[in-house]
């Protein structure tokens, strides 16, 4: 028999919470989620204003520390990843940047997988050595490396998994115990996976950041980003970072991912479903040489994915051997765009060597195994039959 006390939104389904979790419902009773296009917040008294600024009384105070809309889902995303705590920022790199920088100081050592989203692999290589802190690249699927790695200034690991473009897999506990061992902090930037198909907290990790440009809007809209974990270290590490440099996510911005989250779910499940069965089409084209999918069997990690993530994703990489046969299949195709975007309702295809990989040398792309035979293919929301005939018709042409 049901009772009628209010249930724990941690015991709802992932459907319920990605709807109604983090609802801040004013007294207008409206029904989607207000927008509080608001720079400040007013005091009914001078000692109202005197105990909110000592943190006596909760409210917010200004839009760079925190707003309603944005705390909205900034509670949606951490019931979603099962996080104490999560804050919002203007863009998945200002999450990266936060996350990063917010556990270290100078003379602090960082130890990171090789293949990153490129501006990650710039901050670490061009930015916080400028501050003292250094970084180490290993081959994220050799867990040998990531010890040997280790120095004894050693305060970080980072990684991103699967990883861009590629598709390569770090075993998230295993890297995490070594971390444990070490007392270093592990940040997972998990955009690939999505919060739907892989858990990095409950694996290990502190700290996970996401680009909400990504599957959360999902619809080429805006740009945002999260960083989630114990509100014990994202208090400590975060706070006041955020309070006084400002990488805050918009309001309205925060709005617009909320109604993404809505339809997170059932977005990148049927994402997934359409890539599984096309990385299987394109595997199957004489003019493949290589696919890579998490889902598939013949994925070098295979089963690493099947321990660590609860679906394929949405990401499909494949080698037409040079980068003429590359942009010979991109210009033959006529439903799919050229972008170097992903996680989008519309199916993108990418050449990550001469765009998104243009800033790596060529020397460290090669140590990714990113040759110019290569395309990325982010896949969207279309029909499969459609896609289907599409990349096959362009591959017909590679
Ligand atoms: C896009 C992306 C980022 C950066 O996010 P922005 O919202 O573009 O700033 C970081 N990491 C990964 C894996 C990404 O795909």
Request: net charge negative; proline share 4%.
């Amino acid at each position: 028999m049901a009772d009628d006390s209010a249930e724990d939104p941690r015991s709802w389904d992932v459907a319920t919470r990605l709807v109604r979790g983090g609802l801040m419902r004013s007294e207008i009773g409206e029904t989607a989620e207000a927008l509080y296009l608001t720079q400040s917040f007013v005091y009914d008294t001078a000692e109202a204003a005197d105990a909110r600024f000592a943190g006596q009384d909760p409210g917010f105070i200004y839009s760079r520390y925190g707003n309603p809309t944005v705390a909205m889902f900034e509670n949606r995303l951490a019931l979603l990843e099962g996080a104490e705590a999560c804050r919002g920022t203007a863009s998945g790199m200002a999450a990266v940047h936060l996350a990063v920088t917010g556990l270290l100081r100078a003379g602090d050592h960082v130890v990171a997988g090789k293949a990153l989203f490129g501006s990650c692999r710039w901050i670490l290589n061009n930015w916080a050595p400028r501050f003292g802190i250094e970084a180490t690249f290993v081959d994220g699927p050799d867990l040998d490396a990531w010890r040997k790695a280790v120095r004894p200034n050693t305060k970080l690991f980072f990684l991103e998994t699967p990883a861009n473009p590629l598709l390569e897999m770090c075993d998230i506990a295993a890297i995490s115990a070594i971390a444990r061992e070490i007392g270093a902090k592990v940040v997972v930037d998990n955009v690939f996976a999505t919060p739907i198909y892989q858990k990095p907290l409950q694996l290990g990790a502190d700290i996970v950041v996401y680009s909400a440009t990504k599957h959360i809007d999902g619809q080429g809209r805006v740009m945002g980003g999260a960083v989630l974990g114990s509100q014990a270290l994202v208090d400590e590490a975060y706070r006041d970072f955020i309070r006084h440099t400002g990488p805050s996510m918009s309001p309205f911005n925060a709005w617009v991912l909320l109604k993404g989250l809505e339809t997170l779910d059932l977005r990148v499940r049927r994402q997934s479903e359409t890539a599984a069965a096309l990385a299987d089409r394109i595997a199957a084209h004489a003019k493949v040489k290589t696919v890579r999918y998490p889902g598939r069997t013949d994925h070098p990690q295979h089963e690493l994915a099947k321990r660590q993530m609860t679906g394929g994703g949405s990401l499909i990489a494949f080698d037409l051997g040079t980068q003429a046969a590359a942009f010979r299949f991109l210009n033959r195709l006529q439903l799919v765009d050229i972008s170097n975007n992903l996680g989008d309702a519309k199916t993108m295809a990418t050449h990550p060597s001469t765009t998104t990989h243009r800033a790596m040398t060529e020397e460290q792309r090669l140590e990714i195994g990113l040759t110019a035979g290569w395309v990325r293919l982010s896949v969207g929301l279309e029909g499969v039959g459609d896609l289907g005939r599409d990349i096959d018709r362009a591959l017909d042409a590679a």
